[in-house]
């Protein structure tokens, strides 16, 4: 039976005869229902209709559907020890990008900030032998897909190995995580925040959102929690969630600016 993805948010549900009647994620007043109605393609029918790319940003070798799919992240690899962290998942898995990531070391984990860039999280732990899937516990119920290589951690930090620690701000999701690399940036660290902490444009910023599509902003609670998650952190870098939406230098100092900046604005 076919595996069917959601056309706007890109989560993958399990197989099944005919496509889900509803997408959680969707219904969710952070997403949104497709304005032509709730749509689904099975993975075949993804798979001939865009194609995985691979290049790198900012040092890091990231992978993202072309033409553009869903919400249109792409997933980031972290280098650490004897293979990769895949950070945050994209909805596709191919031969050639699995042959790609293997030609890197391969995955060791996978980590994911939030349910909007669950995707085909399964398919990639399996290609790499079931390696770990690192979701927050506290957004257990949006898994689309349950798998067994799916660990729910809890608390505030999960550390996957000496270089790399996951971190849950909350915000944007209750578990909403961020990845930090403290040999990223030249030894400097690195966070990466997918849009937990958004980079902004201008790539100066970053800013804090509880629903991007439906514009509900994040209270100022919540924003000053993301702001302790990180205060003890060193890092030179953010790396966001698109295609050449990072901070390449200086960012401790621009992410403290920036929830001075939001906070001073929802004042």
């Known amino acids: 039976m076919p595996l069917w993805t959601c056309e706007t948010c890109g989560a993958q549900f399990s197989d099944s005869k005919d496509p889900p009647a509803v997408c959680p994620i969707c219904e969710d007043e952070r997403q949104y229902v497709n ?33 553009g799919f869903a919400i249109g992240q792409r997933a980031l690899l972290v280098s650490d020890g004897e293979g990769c ?27 994911i900030s939030h349910p909007h860039y669950y995707g085909a999280l399964a398919d990639w732990s399996e290609a790499f032998g079931n390696v770990p899937v690192y979701l927050h516990a506290d957004d257990r119920r949006w898994v689309t897909r349950p798998h067994p290589a799916i660990v729910h951690w809890s608390g505030d930090h999960h550390r996957i ?3 790399v620690l996951l971190v849950r701000g909350g915000g944007h999701f209750a578990g909403a995580t961020m990845l930090h690399w403290s ?3 030249g030894g400097k660290g690195a966070l990466l925040t997918g849009d937990i902490a958004q980079v902004t444009m201008d790539r100066r910023f970053v800013s ?22 990180v205060a003890p952190l060193a890092f030179d870098r953010i790396y966001g969630a698109w295609w050449g939406r990072n901070i390449e230098s200086g960012a401790k100092a621009a992410f403290a600016e920036s929830v001075a900046r939001y906070l001073a604005a929802i004042a």
């Open 35 to 67: 304005w032509k109605g709730q749509t689904f393609l099975s993975r075949e029918t993804l798979a001939q209709r865009h194609r995985l790319v691979w290049r790198e940003d900012l040092g890091l070798m990231g992978l993202a559907l072309e033409p």
């Open 85 to 111: 962290v895949m950070w945050d998942c994209v909805p596709l898995m191919t031969a050639e990008a699995v042959a790609q990531v293997r030609s890197l070391g391969g995955l060791k984990a996978i980590a």
């Open 161 to 163: 190995s000496g270089d």
């Open 183 to 185: 040999r990223g940036a």
């Open 208 to 229: 804090f959102m509880y629903s991007y599509p439906n514009y509900i902003p994040l209270n100022a609670a919540a924003v000053r929690r993301i702001a302790d998650s």
